[in-house]
């Protein structure tokens, strides 16, 4: 990769992202990703520039299509997932209100769904913890990138024991320097009687507070009983992340009252859910 200013009186400076390594360039040296590796993500800034101007720029990704814009020294891409960057668009920007244009990004932890001998979370009849937790994820992804957010899916991919599979999933939203981070889970508990919704927030500013929110939404949308918004206790993924974060208990899988009002929206159950955590997190 080659990219060089047209004028003098600053340069461009970029960082690649590729197979845990970082490759630097500046203003037409070339960079190469090491060892063939596809390029992951890129960072980029201008040097000697006016106060005033700006670079944006924005990847797109194989199987993702094009991220949102994202400006001066911030992460397009996506670092640790095997992710791979096809094309880069790139423009110079002249405002005083640069900040504003462009949106935090977000890091989504989909429970679960990771290959192990054996099998984790809860089943109940046709409804596995796993599926539901990804149904729901990936429409919180899809309806955050379509409001113009750059998502971080931080799910891994292959085969993990528990602790390292917990240790990626916060090292990735970590690395790509997410402004926000939210897992998503349905809960269970041995008994059956536990039931309702509760969210758990993180000790950084601002969690608690988009944790209240969540699982208001949650509750006044299925009539799921409110079981508040939680300290985050010895939960790692909000231990290990460096942003505001939350840990989403949508509701017990293994309470059939809670699974019924859940099954009685049908279809449009999992989009109720994906929007109280989305408007939750962007309100």
């Not at 409110?226 to 790692?236: E, F, K, S, T, V």
Request: charged share 20%; aromatic share 10%; net charge positive.
């Amino acid at each position: 990769m080659s990219l060089k200013s047209v004028n003098g009186d600053f340069k461009v400076n970029y960082t690649l992202y590729c197979d845990g390594n970082e490759i630097n360039g500046s203003d037409g040296t070339i960079a190469q990703a090491t060892g063939q590796k596809p390029i992951e993500a890129v960072k980029m800034s201008i040097e000697n520039a006016q106060s005033n101007y700006h670079i944006f720029y924005r990847t797109k990704l194989k199987g993702q299509g094009w991220q949102s814009w994202v400006k001066d020294g911030i992460i397009s891409g996506q670092i640790g997932n095997d992710s791979v960057v096809e094309d880069i668009q790139v423009k110079l920007i002249i405002s005083n209100n640069a900040n504003n244009m462009v949106k935090p990004k977000i890091a989504v932890d989909i429970g679960h769904n990771v290959h192990r001998p054996m099998a984790r979370g809860s089943i109940n009849g046709a409804y596995s913890e796993d599926y539901l937790t990804k149904a729901v994820g990936e429409k919180v992804i899809y309806k955050l990138r379509t409001k113009g957010y750059d998502v971080v899916n931080t799910l891994p991919k292959g085969r993990y024991t528990q602790s390292d599979e917990l240790k990626y999933r916060s090292d990735i939203a970590n690395k790509n320097k997410a402004g926000k981070f939210v897992s998503i889970y349905f809960n269970s508990f041995n008994d059956g009687v536990g039931n309702g919704s509760e969210v758990y927030y993180s000790t950084k500013e601002g969690s608690s507070k988009i944790a209240q929110k969540v699982v208001n939404n949650l509750s006044n949308s299925f009539g799921f009983k409110n079981r508040g918004a939680q300290p985050q206790g010895d939960l790692y993924v909000l231990n290990n992340t460096n942003m505001p974060g939350i840990l989403v208990e949508a509701c017990f899988i293994t309470n059939q009252n809670d699974m019924d009002k859940f099954i009685a929206k049908g279809e449009q159950a999992y989009d109720i859910i994906a929007d109280a955590i989305v408007n939750g997190i962007l309100d």
